[in-house]
C-alpha cells in the first residue's frame, strides 16, 4: 500500500493501522546530501482522542547518500520513531505535532520532515573514510596516489596562512 494523503473522515474507533510505502523523490529533500530514496516504510498505529489524533510507529529509510568525504554514494538505513500528534488546522500546534485540514492527513509530508530531520549532519560512507587527494583528487579508500603527503596538523596550518599571506 502506497500511503500519500490519509482520510480521517468517518475514523474507527478502535484507531487504524497505517502500514505502507511513502513515496518522495530525493530531489524535494533539502541540500545535496540525498542522492536516492530506496524505501520508506511505515509502520504506526493511529488513534483519536477528541480532535487530536496520535500516531505511534516507526518509519524505517533506506536512503543513498554522498559522503561528505569522498562523495561517493553509499547505502543508509535508519529507524525513525514516529511518536507525534495530529491537531487540526489552525489550532496551535504542541511539540512533535502536526497538522491536518478538511479531515486528511498529509502522511507524505510528516515523512519528508522526519526525513529531513534524522538525516545526519555529516554524512560518512564508513567512519574511516579517507577521502580524496586534495591534489589529484583521487579516492584514497581505492588507494594511495602518487601526490606527496599532505603536511598535516598545527604547524602545518601555521605554514599554510603564512605561505596565504593570512
Ligand atoms: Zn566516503
Ligand atoms: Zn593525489
New binding site residues.
Partial sequence: MLLGKVSLADFPKEGMVLSGDVRIAPDILPGDAVSGVRRLHMEARLFKLGDTFHMDGTLEAELELI?G??L?PYAYRDSIGVRHSLQPDGQELGPEAFAYADEAFDVEAMVRELVELSLPMKP???EA?K?LCPSCGANW?RGACDCRPVPQGPLAEALKKLTKGE
Fill in positions: 559522503c568525504r569522498c561517493e560518512l560512507c564508513t573514510c577521502g579508500n
